[in-house]
């Protein structure tokens, strides 16, 4: 399984730490037909993050569709990316209308970044999707408290869908879920 980012990325220069123009990704709907292609022919998975609307309605109509992606789809819905135009807020609302459009049988999870990863992630659970936390997206267990590892973030959420009353895949079940049997 690989990430497979459904669509241009623009990182406007006024972040701090970048200078010069804006910085555009060119994650054009040629470059995401032949990348999935390629996967399909590797037999990789892809998990599809999709930042808005039009990069869910390409991954659906250029990916799934024409049955270039392995198993049931897999999407990952990345909300309060600030710092990349075209990106969502994340609300429960935005998450709702993700959900909503997704082809039935999808899997899918919510990746909030940054003070919003807490709150997306029990939406997601909340709606039956699948989790995920990590530094990467986060580095506060709480505000003003940095977390002091990914496990810390793993073990409160691991908590909360039990309590919830999910039960936590193992990774062979995991893989077993989303229809990936090769193992490198």
Sequence with gaps: MASLDCGIVVIPSRVPDLEGPDRVIGWTRR???ETATKMKALGIKPE????????LEDAINLLVK???IIGNPTFTFVMNMKTSQGGVEWSMENLAHFVRKTPPGSMFGTMGVGASQYFATLGSLLYG???RVGFEDNIYYRKGELATSNAQLVERIVKVARDLGYE?????????????????
């Excluded at 936590?168 to 490198?184: N, Q, V, Y």
Aim: no cysteine.
């Design 168 to 184: 936590i895949a193992s990774p062979d079940e995991a893989r077993e879920m989303m229809g990936i049997t090769k193992r490198l």
């Design 66 to 68: 024409p049955g270039l």
């Design 48 to 55: 599809m993050e999709i930042f808005n609307d039009a990069q």
């Design 31 to 33: 470059w995401l037909v």
């Design 129 to 131: 999707g699948n989790i």
